[in-house]
């Protein structure tokens, strides 16, 4: 298994649309598994195929304390929507920010499982917020775009800021980085 590299917002690979899976193959239970490892390293609640690169309709999910009831849903459809509850959201492709969103309470969602199997199930609670919130992802949206144009350009400017500091880091340490490894040849 891997740890994957989750795209932070706005990159512009978080707006496209996933394609839905045809073939369950190894290539996508190893992507299943992969995409499980990043939530738990990460760690988070829910993973999209979307945040790391892959335009596959895939999606990971676990709201347990115990980080023990790993769900997974390939070609997730939401059937059924009833109620609206506003809950505070964040999302590991918008590091340290959170706020409030509002969603239907309760879905209905049927999808297939890592072998293959179908499934539906009725959801409340966080794992309802996390269903749509991973659907929104697997559809090109990041729960930013459902904030006021003021604080989604705060957290544009702030990602857009932090991303260029990281990557001005990484230029600086690239020489030293040469070094050592030419000094172990
Ligand atoms: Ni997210």
């Known amino acids: 298994?891997?740890?994957?590299?989750?795209?932070?917002?706005?990159?512009?690979?978080?707006?496209?649309?996933?394609?839905p899976v045809k073939l369950i193959d190894n290539k996508i239970k190893k992507l299943v598994d992969d995409m499980a490892e990043t939530m738990y390293d990460a760690p988070g609640v829910g993973l999209a195929a979307t945040q790391v690169s892959e335009l596959k309709r895939i999606m990971v999910i676990d709201v347990s304390e115990e980080k023990n009831q790993?769900?997974?849903?390939?070609?997730?459809?939401i059937i059924k929507k009833e109620g609206t509850a506003v809950n505070e959201e964040g999302c590991l492709s918008v590091p340290g920010f959170y706020d409030k969103v509002e969603r239907a309470e309760t879905v209905m969602v049927t999808a297939l499982d890592r072998d293959g199997q179908r499934?539906?199930?009725?959801?409340?609670?966080?794992?309802?917020?996390?269903?749509?919130?991973?659907?929104?992802?697997l559809d090109g949206h990041v729960f930013v775009e459902y904030l006021s144009p003021l604080k989604a350009n705060r957290i544009k400017n702030k990602l857009v800021k932090r991303q260029r500091e990281i990557e001005r880091e990484a230029e600086v340490a690239a020489p030293r980085r040469r070094v050592a490894s030419s000094a172990r040849a």
């Not at 298994?1 to 394609?19: F, K």
């Not at 790993?70 to 459809?77: A, D, M, T």
């Open 70 to 77: 790993l769900r997974v849903f390939i070609n997730p459809e």
């Open 119 to 137: 499934f539906t199930i009725n959801a409340s609670g966080l794992l309802a917020v996390c269903i749509q919130h991973e659907v929104d992802h």
């Open 1 to 19: 298994m891997a740890i994957l590299d989750v795209v932070t917002y706005p990159d512009p690979r978080l707006t496209r649309v996933a394609e």
